[in-house]
């Protein structure tokens, strides 16, 4: 049975949903913002993305662009308004469609039905195990990373700090974050672990440490991946 990830912040429309759509057969997890919905999609693979716009933390027009950076799974936008439909169309996101709130439930779920058996006779790519950004590359897969054709040598924090990074490339994270992604929420360190890791990294993957191309630092909040190759 297919697995829907339901991206939603609006507690009692996203039950109504999920109800609803177990009801159909289909099995169904949901997210309450945006990043713990791009965690979920790549930790879970799911058929395809039901995908709100308005959602703390991390906009839906932002999850879906980091989305097609690093896998097709098919995405359904949630939008409330209609010039949030003119930017889907505007931003290219590659969203597969979009549905307007309110809706009904029997043409959202024949849209749900079209798009899944678009990707059933189109097989799609599972999630990319390659990341790369400037001229970092890290293989998820096999635990390695390289600058341009020299492969770094990473302590395995230093190696998840830097997945998480550029996973997030372009976006503020603050270091609270950045511990309970890397380090588990049950860490009992605090967030100074943070820049002593980002420190060790810098080193690692700078050519200047002290003028970072890559880490910069968000004063006040955390650190940034930016890549010259992708703006922001
Ligand atoms: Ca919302």
């Known amino acids: 049975m297919p697995t829907i990830l339901l991206v939603e912040d609006e507690l009692t429309f996203a039950e109504t949903l999920r109800y609803n ?28 993305i039901v995908l709100d716009i308005m959602l703390p933390r991390l906009d839906g027009f932002s999850v879906c662009r980091i989305l097609r950076q690093e896998s097709d799974i098919p995405v359904i936008m949630l939008t409330a308004r209609q010039d949030e439909v003119d930017r889907i169309a505007g931003l290219e996101l590659g969203a597969d469609d979009y549905i307007t709130k309110p809706f ?19 097989p799609r790519t599972i999630g990319r195990e390659v990341l790369s950004a400037g001229a970092i590359k890290v293989d998820i ?48 360190g605090d967030s100074r672990t943070v820049d002593v890791h980002i420190r060790w990294l810098r080193e690692k993957i700078e ?26």
């Open 207 to 232: 050519r200047d440490p002290a003028r970072p191309r890559y880490i910069q630092t968000v004063r006040g909040v955390g650190y940034r991946f930016d890549s010259a190759d992708e703006p922001g």
């Open 104 to 122: 009904s439930l029997g043409e959202f779920l024949a849209r749900l039905r079209a798009i899944l058996r678009r990707s059933e006779a189109h």
């Open 141 to 188: 897969s096999s635990r390695r990373a390289w600058r341009d054709t020299n492969e770094l040598s990473l302590a395995q924090k230093e190696f998840d700090l830097l997945t998480c990074l550029i996973r997030n490339r372009g976006i503020a994270l603050t270091r609270d974050l950045l511990l309970e992604r890397v380090w588990g929420a049950e860490f009992a």
């Open 21 to 48: 759509l177990e009801r159909e057969g289909y099995s169904v997890i949901h997210a309450p913002d945006g990043v713990e919905g791009l965690e979920l999609a790549r930790r879970q693979q799911p058929d395809l």
